[in-house]
């Protein structure tokens, strides 16, 4: 039976609680050849049942008994015995086969069971390894002595043990003794069993062979009930003869049963004309279904003719959201632009603010250089430059003009001369003009040489009208 990839079915159960007598492995070698198949020959017990997915596995024997085996101071004992093992669950396996099911396990060759392990799947180390038969619920049913996968070059082993390990062998042979008088008496109870059970089967096969003498003498009568039957078929045709006289006698009722047939042929011809009149009437709604049908077809054109123009209507609606969409992101565009517009405006607006508070300072300035000056603010005429004049001598920024340029010797002011917007034609001040305002370069003229100042060195400029004054 060849191993398969499935994995077998294990166990964590305690090993305590397995039972390794229940099957006995025979003939193990102490050593075998690396790179040969390996044949494990085992027993089943009388009262152990092997099941569907049992199987043996190859088991690493634990460390101690390598280590006494290999110095000499341990011996197995028989086969059969409950053995202690290396492994703690039947996890631990190196590799398995899987068990072949004996046909009658009444056969005394049925017990004596073997598999056969390949040789790529054996081990290739020189460990100690044992045979152990694992049932499909994962318990240990049995334990072989342990072997190892070398060739055997040395002779058998002398035995030497202390008093202590004696005295433990004792102990363990008593377990033993005691174990195997338990599995006696197991035995005996089930040799019983097996008697009452043979009992119950030359019970049985002598109701068998009751049943065999009722089943012939049942033959018996089924014969003489045949010729029985046999019998009355003869009656019966002398029975039949004298029914045919007596059906001479029917001939007289065959013939009322003739116009009984006449009148139900007559009312079979009403009938007939009856599935005619409904032919007609079908003709006639076969005439009526092809009319439909025209109107169908023209009703289906109608329908393309339909579907074409809402084809036609969708592909206008298409065209129309494209527009749309595209009047959107204009319309979104200009916001886009009247927002930042506004944002100009409103920066203009706090600039137009800030520069009137630095025209009423530049005032107040001024007043305070012209009564240093020992001159009236009041009787200062200012004229305020034009366009025509140039850029150069004006501040934009200053909504009355600038209080240090135009100091003329007439007595009033002229007028603020207001230019039209070029772009909206508007005769105030408004965003196009603020703008270009806030584009031109801000500047100080001096009232009384008509020199030019930036605008970034205010101070300088005071010095210098200062200067005019000493």
């Known amino acids: ?49 092997p099941r569907r997915k049992d199987w043996i596995g190859i088991f ?25 093992v290396g492994w703690k669950t039947t996890r631990e396996y190196y590799t398995f086969m899987w068990v072949t099911l004996p046909i009658d396990l009444n056969n005394k060759s049925a017990k004596q069971q073997e598999v056969q392990f390949k040789a790529y799947y054996l081990p290739k180390d020189d460990e100690y390894y044992q045979f152990c038969y694992v049932d499909e619920d994962g318990v240990v049913r049995g334990a072989s002595i342990p072997f190892q996968f070398r060739p055997e070059n040395e002779e058998d082993i002398l ?114 004309q009856g599935d005619q009149d409904k032919t007609e009437q079908l003709e006639q709604l076969k005439k009526e279904n092809d009319h439909l049908f025209l109107s169908l077809t023209e009703q289906r054109k109608d329908q393309k003719k339909l579907e074409q123009t809402v ?22 565009d200009l916001s886009k632009r009247l927002s930042e517009n506004k944002i100009i405006c409103n920066a203009l607006q706090r600039e137009k603010e800030r520069l009137e508070g630095e025209n009423d300072l530049l005032k107040r300035e001024n007043s305070r250089l012209l009564s240093y000056m020992g001159l009236d603010f ?11 004049e140039g850029g150069a001598g004006q501040n934009p920024g200053l909504a009355y003009g600038n209080p240090y340029s135009g100091i003329q010797e007439s007595s009033s002011p002229s007028p603020l001369s207001i230019k039209k917007c070029p772009i909206c034609k508007a005769d105030d001040i408004c965003d196009h003009t603020l703008e270009q305002q806030q584009m031109q370069p801000l500047c100080l003229n001096c009232p009384i ?8 060195e205010k101070q300088i400029f005071e010095d210098h009208v200062f200067c005019h004054s000493l």
């Open 311 to 332: 084809e036609q209507m969708k592909q206008n609606e298409t065209t129309a959201m494209k527009k749309q969409q595209e009047l959107m992101d204009e319309n979104f």
């Open 449 to 456: 040489c008509d020199k030019i100042f930036p605008a970034t």
């Open 378 to 388: 009041n009787s200062l005429p200012y004229q305020v430059p034009t366009s025509d």
């Open 60 to 84: 690493r024997a634990f460390k101690c008994f390598q280590d006494k085996l290999e110095q000499g101071l341990l011996k197995w004992r028989s086969q059969g015995q409950k053995l202690q």
């Open 1 to 49: 039976m060849e191993e398969t990839i499935k994995d077998p079915p294990t166990s964590a159960v305690l090993l305590d609680h397995c039972h390794f007598s229940q099957v006995i492995f025979n003939s193990v070698e102490k050593f075998y050849t690396p790179g040969g198949d390996v044949t494990c020959h085992y027993t089943f017990t009388q009262h152990f049942i």
């Open 159 to 272: 035995v030497v043990t202390t008093q202590g390990e004696v005295e433990e062998i004792e102990q363990h042979n008593k377990e033993l003794c005691k174990e195997n008088q338990e599995l006696k008496d197991s035995c005996v109870s089930l040799q019983k069993q097996n008697s009452d059970m043979q009992a119950e089967l030359q019970k049985k096969q002598e109701e068998l062979e009751t049943l065999q003498s009722i089943n012939k003498k049942l033959e018996l009568k089924v014969k003489e009930q045949k010729d029985y039957w046999e019998t009355e078929l003869l009656q019966l045709k002398e029975q039949n003869q004298k029914m045919s006289s007596e059906n001479e006698k029917m001939g007289i009722r065959v013939d009322q049963l003739q116009a009984q047939l006449s009148t139900q042929e007559k009312e079979m011809e009403k009938l007939v």
